[in-house]
């Protein structure tokens, strides 16, 4: 059902540095800072030749990136992105075998203007889990 990796998101506590240190330091294809108002997070991805890094950092006071720094104030890895064909099927197939699916079950529009679900990370040892439907 899960195809490829779309990306892997990485909570940080100074953007400006771990965009510079991606840029600078690990060579990579760093783009410029994007507000995701509706998502609560300040994204820089990062083009790898085989997927994708997002460094996330907290935009407004309710930002689910928020209490994840706090518990991690020196960052760390926050989800990883699976892309599947059909989301509506993937959501379906994973409530029927049991996994929780957060928010209202829904998928809301993504960061890349596409439809994204998460799953508990309870459900998947320990890993919040990020389907996009592409
Ligand atoms: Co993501």
């Not at 760093?30 to 950092?57: C, M, R, S, W």
């Not at 689910?64 to 720094?69: A, M």
Request: hydrophobic content about 40%; charged content about 20%; some cysteine.
């Amino acid at each position: 059902m899960i195809g490829r990796l779309n990306h892997v998101a990485i909570a940080v506590p100074d953007l400006t540095a771990a965009a510079d240190q991606y840029r600078n330091t690990l060579g990579a294809k760093v783009n410029a800072p994007q507000d995701e108002p509706d998502h609560g997070v300040t994204v820089v991805f990062i083009e790898l030749p085989n997927t994708k890094i997002e460094l996330l950092y907290p935009l407004g006071e309710n930002s689910p990136i928020k209490g994840f720094l706090e518990k991690n104030p020196a960052g760390g890895i926050h989800h990883i992105c699976y892309e599947v064909d059909d989301i509506l099927a993937a959501r379906d197939h994973l409530i029927a075998s049991g996994a929780r699916v957060l928010g209202t079950g829904d998928p809301k529009i993504g960061a890349h203007g596409k439809p994204v679900l998460f799953l508990h990370p309870k459900d998947f040892n320990g890993c919040l889990v990020e389907l996009e439907q592409v």
